[in-house]
């Protein structure tokens, strides 16, 4: 029982009684929906790779975002990693195609430029038809720096733009950090009239 909790701590954002929790159910279900559940984590983890052209997560050397005839081939989302391209996909506004990084610029971390899937945007940018850029990286010194050193880099092929950080819906602006009021003012836009 301490093994299988100790494994579900290792997980992110996993802590001890959560692991307990998850490690209780588990040794209450029955014996053929845990070995269900076994398989699925080891097929995962022998079939899934990173598609060819985005580096997402796929089974498949394209993967489904790639392959749909229906995405704008014109414009790319650049996100960090993905979960950022799995929290935009949710909103369903998105209709273009992605590249994930696969980080950030962190010098502190010892991770450089060449350690990310910089290189490969570059050369998608040099070979396919692409007008606009979509910055969407987090909102913090390694993604500020990693947005800086892309636009720069980038700004010679398509256009580059970032997506706007501002209010979450509902919130109070009494209780809104400087940065965040900050970056609100300068991503305001015109009102539809």
Same mark, same amino acid.
Request: hydrophobic share 40%; net charge negative; glycine share 6%.
């Given at each position: 029982?301490?093994? %299988? ?5 290792? %997980? ?26 076994? *398989? ?34 014109? %414009?790319?989302?650049? $996100?960090?990693?993905?979960? *950022? ?55 913090? $010194?390694?993604? *500020? ?8 880099? %980038? ?39």
């Amino acid at each position: 029982m301490a093994r %299988l909790i100790d494994q579900f701590e290792r %997980l992110p954002g996993i802590g001890p009684r959560t692991a307990q929790r998850l490690a209780l159910h588990l040794l209450n279900q029955p014996e053929e929906q845990i070995h269900q559940f076994a *398989d699925a984590l080891l097929a995962a983890r022998t079939k899934v790779g990173q598609c060819q052209s985005c580096f997402h997560l796929s089974a498949e050397p394209l993967c489904e975002i790639c392959r749909n005839p229906e995405r704008s081939n014109g %414009l790319i989302c650049v $996100v960090a990693d993905s979960r *950022d391209l799995l929290a935009l996909e949710r909103t369903r506004e998105f209709k273009g195609l992605y590249h994930v990084l696969g980080g950030l610029i962190s010098p502190m971390d010892g991770v450089g430029p060449e350690l990310l899937q910089i290189t490969t945007l570059v050369k998608r940018l040099t070979k396919e038809e692409i007008t606009e850029v979509i910055l969407a990286l987090p909102p913090s $010194v390694e993604g *500020d720096t990693t947005s800086l050193y892309l636009a720069r880099l %980038l700004k010679p092929f398509c256009s580059v733009t970032r997506i706007a950080y501002g209010l979450p819906v509902g919130s109070e602006l009494e209780y809104a950090d400087e940065i965040t009021l900050s970056r609100a003012l300068e991503g305001r836009r015109p009102m539809d009239e």
